[in-house]
């Protein structure tokens, strides 16, 4: 058994979390998480409104007795969701860690400090990590240029983003981008991490509700497979490389760039919650990370977080024969 700072704090087994993914994070891979030992994050914005939001955490409950948390990712749109009243219906229905990620989070992190809950701020920079760790959050979640998603502007990459966290950081955090086996939760921890955070991998398990056409996409892809998108306009994303990704690059690249009325149809969040439902990749826009490489199966959750913890242990457990006590002269 590995136990970190993350272990300890939230109550959990195996120091893996599975971070908010809009369509993703539904009750019930949440809860198959939360039950092979890991932390489970319900999505927030995949429901509707916040009185459907009370409705998952319910069914969440009655599928797992562990800890699992609420993911509300702060988004630049017009017409704002109700940020507010999700936390608040949250709150209400005994969620009590939360997963907080995008532009100023500070109202949303003082209303659940005051309620006594555990906040788990995702960045991609230090300065925005020294930034949320002064509000008072309690966890920091490191997103290196691997992860699928948003990964910033700044394109660093997980190695030096997590040893330069070790130096800046007074809190725990946990690192986010390209990790799916217990090599890479060896690593993170040696990177001076307490635990990983995983989309990509576990949206190829067998209780993720994405369609399962897209995880044997994901098993069948390798870490070429994905591209950046909405570049031109300080927006990056690494999604799945399809002809609608490929499509969106090429009208950035034009002559004089785009703007964002000339990718708003192709890029529309509606298309990529279709490519889930009909198990077409190419319909749309979908998230994915490098770490598809690394996926070579769709387990069970329960499988998944057993066979990480596994090569985990074997593998700090080799490093540590590795040394020697010197020869005295």
Known sequence: MITTA???????????VQGGMQWVGKPALVAAVSNAGGLGILTALTQPNPDALRVAIRETKAATDKPFGVNITLLPTINPP????????????????????????GKLIKFFKSQGCIVIHKCTTIRHAK????????VLSIDGFECAGHPGEEDIGGVVLLARAAQELKIPY????????????TSAIALGAAGVNMGTRFMCTVESPIHQSIKET????????TIHILRSLNNTARVFKNAVSKQVVAIERRP??????????????ARGKVVYEIGDPEYGIWSAGIAMGLIKDIPT????????????????GAMWKQIKPMSKL
């Open 82 to 105: 109700d940020y507010e009243g999700y936390a608040r219906a949250a709150v209400e229905e005994g969620v009590r860690i939360f997963e907080t990620a995008g532009n100023n989070p």
């Open 218 to 225: 994901i098993v069948a892809s390798t870490e070429q497979d």
């Open 131 to 138: 930034s949320a760790e002064r509000m008072g959050v309690d």
């Open 256 to 269: 004089g760039g785009a703007q964002f009325a000339d990718l708003r149809d192709l890029v529309s969040g």
């Open 174 to 185: 946990i690192a986010s981008g390209g990790f799916a086996d217990g090599r890479g939760l």
């Open 301 to 316: 959750c329960d499988v998944l977080l057993r066979r990480i913890e596994r090569e985990a242990e074997d593998i700090i």
């Open 6 to 16: 993350l272990t300890e704090l939230l109550r959990i087994r195996i120091p893996v």
